[in-house]
Nanobody, 123 residues
Framework: QVQLVESGGGLVHAGGSLSLSCAAS????????MGWFRQAPGKEREFVAA????????YYADSVAGRFTISRDNAKNTVYLQMNSLKPEDTAVYYC????????????????WGQGTQVTVSS
């Protein structure tokens, strides 16, 4: 069983930066792929970024590539999402997800989800 708790959301002006964190409980965190999804009002949840269990590979949606960076610290059971050059269209609730399969995390999201954290980017 893995429980995920996101933090770090907030309000920022366009062009600014935010850093999200996702703290995981459970002894199997280090063996799980992790990812971030987001859902804007009236839209479906979409993939943002993913990272393999050993940080060997990272994956990004085209819309955030070059601006967002996903990383993890297995010693702290935490995954991060550094968001730079934020745009109003990045406004959404951001969710952390975990799964043993990187393919699953990258596609539909994993078996485990956090409660989400709101990111609002003003123009």
């Amino acid at each position: 069983q893995v429980q995920l708790v996101e933090s770090g959301g907030g309000l920022v002006h366009a062009g600014g930066s935010l850093s999200l964190s996702c703290a995981a409980s459970g002894r199997t965190f280090s063996s799980y792929a992790m990812g971030w999804f987001r859902q804007a009002p009236g839209k479906e949840r979409e993939f943002v970024a993913a990272i393999t269990w050993n940080s060997g590979r990272t994956y990004y949606a085209d819309s955030v590539a070059g601006r967002f960076t996903i990383s993890r610290d297995n010693a702290k059971n935490t995954v991060y999402l550094q968001m730079n050059s934020l745009k109003p269209e990045d406004t959404a609730v951001y969710y952390c997800t975990a799964d043993p399969s990187t393919i699953v995390v990258r596609s539909t999201g994993g078996h485990y989800w956090g409660q989400g954290t709101q990111v609002t980017v003003s123009s």
